[in-house]
């Protein structure tokens, strides 16, 4: 097991290195903006600039790019967006909000999604089932901003419940600003609820069509308890791991709808990053999503083993 967390942590650490330095080149191969043309910031952006190597050869700019940024943590200054102010600290002060609307999102859609999943296998065939069905190839199947939309003309114009964009500030843990998220929420919750009652549906059908399921009858057991006893339990060793990648992937999701509902967060900063050439913020912001989704394919593997102690890693 040991061996096998090393090998897939040195994997990440390489396909790391492969994704960032692929960024760093197309990059660097873009023009960049004179800094004269920064007006009073030109000092304090030429100064960065000198530091990150800006007028070296690139591969003596890529070693100055890892000495600096991704083992010193100095990721330069905005050039655009944020003119002279820190990369670092503007990210850090926007993660907040992204964390917060992403887990909002998780608490509220994962015990729906298991619920519905839970219940239609227990309906299997029947209408409840076949509603629940279709209800789910829909959700799935449409994009995650078409309910953003939707949302915002149904429950923030047509019937206004809920305020069309997110409140100003950062005291994020009041009822007021709880209540703006509430559209952001449904939005990203939707494809949430729909992947995890699927999955759930499908494992928990298939464990209770199990040998093991029919002799637990035999041996007096009502359905319910043993479905409680033991289908459920089954049935949650491959889904309780999915949670982690759901979680993950709603992160990257986000990064539209946090624009539609003024969402001040990482996801915003990213599109803009792309759209107005903030090299350095686009580094940072891409190093960042690289290193989630990579963090969290190990973390789901490795979870496996310790949801269900018969599953060993790394064994042939």
Not at 156 to 180: H, N
Not at 271 to 296: E, P, R
Request: aromatic share 14%; charged share 15%.
């Amino acid at each position: 097991m040991f061996k096998y967390v090393l090998k897939r942590i040195a994997l990440m650490l390489v396909v790391f290195m492969i994704i960032t330095s692929i960024c760093f080149i197309l990059v660097k191969l873009l023009p960049t903006t004179e800094a004269t043309q920064f007006g009073k910031d030109m000092a304090i952006i030429e100064q960065r600039r000198e530091q990150l190597g800006y007028n070296k050869p690139l591969m003596e700019q890529y070693w100055i790019f890892i000495q600096k940024t991704l083992i010193g943590g100095d990721w330069g200054v905005s050039e655009r967006m944020y003119l002279g102010q820190d990369v670092w600290e503007v990210f850090i002060d926007k993660l907040p909000a992204t964390m917060l609307v992403n887990t909002y999102t998780m608490l509220i859609a994962v015990p729906i999604g298991l619920l519905l999943g839970i219940y239609a296998a227990l309906k299997k065939n029947k209408w409840q089932d076949h509603l629940i069905s279709t209800g789910v190839m829909v959700f799935i199947s449409v994009p995650s901003y078409i309910y953003a939309f939707l949302v915002q003309y149904l429950l923030c114009f047509k019937f206004p419940i809920f305020p069309m964009q997110m409140l100003p500030g950062d005291d994020y843990f009041t009822w007021e600003m709880f209540v703006s998220l509430v559209p952001a929420i449904i939005s990203l919750g939707f494809g949430t609820i729909a992947g995890l009652a699927r999955y759930t549906r499908a494992e928990l059908c298939e464990v209770l069509t199990s040998e093991y399921m029919l002799l637990a009858r035999t041996k007096g057991l009502t359905r319910g308890q043993a479905t409680v006893r033991h289908a459920l339990r089954n049935s949650m060793v491959p889904i309780f791991p999915m949670i982690m990648g759901e979680f993950i992937g709603i992160i990257g999701g986000s990064l539209i709808i946090e624009q539609i509902f003024g969402i001040p967060g990482v996801g915003p900063l990213y599109i803009k990053s792309i759209t107005s050439l903030d090299y350095n913020f686009y580094m940072l912001l891409n190093c960042f999503y690289t290193a989630i989704g990579l963090v969290a394919g190990i973390v789901v593997d490795l979870s496996y083993g310790f949801v269900d102690p018969r599953i060993r890693m790394g064994e042939r």
